[in-house]
């Protein structure tokens, strides 16, 4: 079992910045394919950037390519998603995932490949 916690959301202004954390309980988390979805108003939930569970594969959605950046820290159990240049349409309720790594995925992007999730943290951006 995993528990995830999220915190860093907030109101900013459009230009502003964030970083998001993602504290997880359990010894497996370093093992863990880790990501951040998020999911606005009327709007279904999305993937926005995914880490292998070294750190060392990404992925990101066209929407947040060179804004955001997807991080982790294995000794502490804890990922992080630093947002940049945010703008209005980045208001959402984000929220991190975590799950086993699957044979033979690089990097997972789909929410049906991650077990466990946070509550969510709220990010508006205002104009």
């Known amino acids: 079992q995993v528990q995830l916690v999220e915190s860093g959301g907030g109101l900013v202004q459009a230009g502003g910045s964030l970083r998001l954390s993602c504290a997880a309980s359990g010894r497996t988390f370093s093992s863990y394919a880790m990501g951040w979805f998020r999911q606005a108003p009327g709007k279904g939930r999305e993937s926005v950037a995914t880490?292998?569970?070294?750190?060392?594969?990404?992925y990101y959605a066209d929407s947040v390519k060179g804004r955001f950046t997807i991080a982790r820290d294995n000794a502490k159990n804890t990922g992080y998603l630093q947002m940049n240049s945010l703008k209005p349409e980045d208001t959402a309720v984000y929220y991190c995932?975590?799950?086993?790594?699957?044979?033979?995925?690089?990097?997972?992007?789909?929410?049906?490949?991650?077990?466990?999730w946070g509550q969510g943290t709220q990010v508006t951006v205002t104009s």
């Open positions: 880490i292998s569970w070294s750190g060392g594969n990404t």
């Open positions: 995932a975590a799950g086993p790594a699957k044979p033979g995925t690089v990097v997972a992007v789909l929410e049906a490949e991650y077990d466990y």
